[in-house]
């Protein structure tokens, strides 16, 4: 980064620049985990109403309603933990990102209440989900100790 300030005081500023990415990174990793395992959970307490649900609410295009259930609470009970560890962070928020666009294109209803927080909670959740796509997890994550395990440098250095 070009800095105007003495070097010292470039270096103190991003560094916490740095610092704070990391920590909003993590904020929404746990945030967009907490939400779809929520959620998950929330389908295999009652496993009878969940299929009836993707058999006569959503409206999943290509999927038996039994597969298309079992797949997207899977995804919303095995994905989450992995966002919030930062554990293959952009593979998990591309899971989640497939997981929110069904849920947005199998259920119409969404675009049609009165109220639009529903709809809007999933275009945000999919923004947030694009963000960690683009950035991964940060450096609070397990995939920068993972890659230096694997790689012995730093995120970016195996080449």
Known sequence: MNCALPAGLCRAYESALAALRDML?????????????????TKIEDWSSTLA???YEYSVPLLPTTLA???????????PP???LGLVTRFAALGLTVVNAMAVISYPALWGFECPAAIQSHFFWG????VLLAFGGGRVAADPVVW????GKAPGDCR
Request: glycine share 10%; hydrophobic share 65%; charged share 15%.
């Open 25 to 41: 990174l993590l904020a929404l990793r746990l945030y967009i985990a907490w939400v779809f395992f929520k959620s998950g959970l």
């Open 53 to 55: 649900l993707f058999e």
């Open 69 to 79: 259930a079992v797949m997207g609470t899977a995804g919303e009970l095995l994905l």
């Open 82 to 84: 992995l966002l919030a």
């Open 127 to 130: 923004a947030g989900l694009l």
């Open 148 to 151: 230096r395990k694997l790689c």
